[in-house]
């Protein structure tokens, strides 16, 4: 009998049918929402916690800490429970409630605070003293890591090797960087497009960084493509999804669907994969489905 962090993965491909513009192209949904902490996010957890573990970097008695903007955090907590390590979270303020309350659920310390630039900052500093290990997913070759060891290669069998386009939500660039490597690997033609917001748009789990707070993991020339989606998009192609698809997801998979669309659209032919990052249900005290 497995515990709970071996059905970490092997998260469904998804048809989406009413949305597809395009009867030549086929467009596919990886739900990683299915996932056990509900988002994309416990792969990476999984592998920067066993890793750090393995490796000797922690040990019992350590206290873990991140900052995170909420899908991380939430499970990061629920795999440092199993593990039963310490954790310190640290999340913007106006992260949802139904977030700072999974994350407590699964025993994690949340710190509050005004912004994500100010929390990698609190979380950096934190982590330089003693009896502390930041994970730091944002510079963390285990955050790639585990889509090149296990994302791609679903992918990449799930289609039978037939994928043309890859589209993906960019915040720490994890996902991107390490289905980029895998899929590249097998095919350099597989395209690799990459979703941030307009200058003045906010969608929860992608972000346009400032320069200096760029992730280190981040290599530009693994993506073909970036294409910016605004808020108002995002919110509707979300929706939609939920309404029309029956997919009950967050803003950000509503980004990568919106750009999907539109890749749909400018081709002859082709298979699309796009990632479904997380679960809906935790955006209802947002006005994501108000």
Not at 49 to 76: F, Q, V, Y
Not at 161 to 173: C, D, E, L, N, P
């Amino acid at each position: 009998m497995k515990n709970i962090i071996e059905f970490i993965g092997n998260t469904p491909l998804v048809k989406i049918q009413r949305l597809n513009p395009n009867p030549k192209v086929q467009l596919l949904a990886k739900l990683e929402g299915t996932n056990p902490g509900g988002s994309v996010k416990d792969r990476a957890a999984l592998n920067m916690i066993k890793s750090a573990l393995e490796r000797g970097n922690i040990r019992k008695g350590t206290k873990l800490i991140e900052a995170t903007s909420g899908n991380t955090g939430i499970a990061l907590a629920m795999i440092a429970s199993m593990y039963d390590l310490e954790i310190e979270l640290v999340i913007p303020s106006n992260s949802t409630r139904e977030r700072t309350l999974t994350m407590e659920a699964y025993g994690a310390k949340v710190t509050l605070l005004d912004s994500m630039e100010v929390c990698r900052d609190y979380a950096e500093e934190r982590g330089e003293q003693e009896g502390y290990f930041l994970l730091n997913q944002f510079a963390n070759p285990d955050n790639y890591l585990a889509h090149y060891n296990t994302t791609g290669p679903e992918i990449w069998t799930d289609t039978e090797g037939k994928i043309t386009h890859f589209v993906s939500a960019m915040g720490t660039t994890g996902s991107i960087m390490g289905n980029s490597m895998y899929l590249k690997e097998k095919n350099s033609d597989v395209q690799i497009i990459g979703c941030q917001p307009t200058e003045e748009s906010s969608i929860p789990g992608i972000r346009r960084w400032p320069v200096e707070y760029l992730p280190k993991i981040f290599d530009p020339k693994r993506v073909d493509r970036v294409m910016d989606v605004s808020e108002r998009d995002a919110v509707e192609a979300t929706r939609k999804l939920a309404k029309v698809e029956g997919i009950f997801a967050g803003m950000s998979t509503g980004g990568a669907l919106h750009c999907a669309l539109k890749v749909a659209e400018e081709l002859d032919e082709g298979v699309i994969v796009f990632i479904a990052c997380d679960r809906g249900d935790r955006y209802l005290s947002s006005n994501l489905f108000g």
